[in-house]
């Protein structure tokens, strides 16, 4: 018979960092588009997975020399490589046993709700009455909410006692009955320090709007995130003013962004798979929350160095660049 610990054991052994399991009835009055239910109604066991984005892959962004790697290593390899490829394998050992798994690939390209929960007009409609319309789309944060990994901080980022915000996140539903965790019930990891408000680039984390859900008797807040501002700012540009154009984003049929003082780069670079573009290297979310949960010694990934060792850098897009050095013999 599998059991939560060996499905955990081997879990860990194929690469995820933390693995915790919820009952699909947590999910009771969740709306119908983001019920796991609606995709494995048989389903009697959800399993959330936390991989660790390393500390190391926000280091060049950190430094202002190397960007590329938080977007390969830290975000997009993982959700699009390395999440997909470790939970294959740990639902074939679950099917091994005779249980069907689905792990949950990347959902947002082909999700029915947009941002805000609504149904994307014109996209998809449900195949029969009392069905959501494809694609149904699991909340990941809130899953592993319910499967007991952590907490979701004011970020709207997921917190663990682990790694603090430095982990993105898997979800697998299986016929498997497995022992259920509790949902988290450690010393809050969020403390409403607004670090993440002050140091993002965008000022797309609000200080004071948030949005509340009610799940499994627990009452969650997060801010209500301006997607669209991040949306700009994550990728290293910032709003034109009136009257003035910019080209940081006119592959992408925008003449209205020029590059911001967090980004080097005269032009939004390439996607390095989907995300390769995350000039901003998380830094009010992920970077300045995961600084401050260090210096409170919550979290149990621990370095013998601070991560932030230099002054914060910004570029001067009103000036040119200083005349190269040359190059040593
Ligand atoms: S930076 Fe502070 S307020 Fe923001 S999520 Fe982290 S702990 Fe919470
Ligand atoms: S990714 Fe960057 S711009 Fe977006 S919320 Fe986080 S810190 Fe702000």
Redesign the pocket.
């Known amino acids: 018979m599998l059991t939560a610990e060996e499905i955990k054991k081997v879990a860990k052994a194929m690469g995820a960092d933390i693995v915790g399991i919820g009952t699909p009835d947590r999910w009771d009055g969740a709306p119908v588009q983001m019920d796991p239910r609606q995709i494995m109604p048989e389903a009697k066991s959800v399993i959330a997975f936390g991989f660790r984005i390393m500390r190391g892959s926000l280091r060049g962004v950190e430094e202002g020399t190397f960007f590329s790697n938080y977007s390969s290593m830290g975000y997009g390899g993982l959700n699009w490589l390395y999440i997909p490829h470790t939970m294959i394998n740990i639902a074939k050992y679950i099917e091994d046993y005779g249980h069907e798994a689905i792990p949950l690939g990347h959902l947002s390209p082909w999700r029915g709700i947009d941002n805000e929960g609504e149904l994307r007009p014109g996209y998809s409609r449900p195949v029969e009455p009392g069905k959501a319309a494809p694609d149904v789309m699991v909340h990941l944060r809130i899953a592993a909410f319910l499967c007991g990994l952590g907490e979701i901080?004011?970020?709207k980022?997921f917190?663990t006692p682990q790694f603090g915000?430095r982990q993105r996140l898997g979800v697998m539903l299986t016929e498997a009955e497995l022992e259920p965790d509790p949902i988290y019930d450690g010393p809050p990891?969020?403390?409403?320090?607004?670090?993440?408000?002050a140091e993002c680039p965008g000022d797309a984390i609000s200080p004071d709007k948030t949005v509340k859900v009610a799940v499994a008797g627990h009452q969650l807040e997060w801010n209500d995130l301006d997607c669209e501002r991040c949306g700009i700012y994550f990728r290293g540009g910032v709003y034109t003013d009136e009257g003035e154009t910019g080209e940081y984003m006119s592959a992408q049929g925008r003449d209205d962004i020029k590059p911001g003082p967090i980004s080097p780069f005269y032009h939004k670079p390439n996607n390095i798979y989907e995300y390769g573009e995350a000039i901003c290297g998380a830094k009010?979310?992920i970077r300045?929350?995961m600084i401050?949960?260090e210096e409170r010694a919550v979290i149990g990934n621990k370095f013998e160095t601070p991560f932030r060792r230099n002054k914060l850098w910004t570029v001067d897009w009103s000036q040119e660049p200083e005349a190269e050095m040359p190059a040593s013999e």
């Open positions: 901080g004011y970020s980022v917190l915000p990891l969020c403390d409403r320090c607004m670090k993440c408000v009010g979310c300045a929350c401050h949960l």
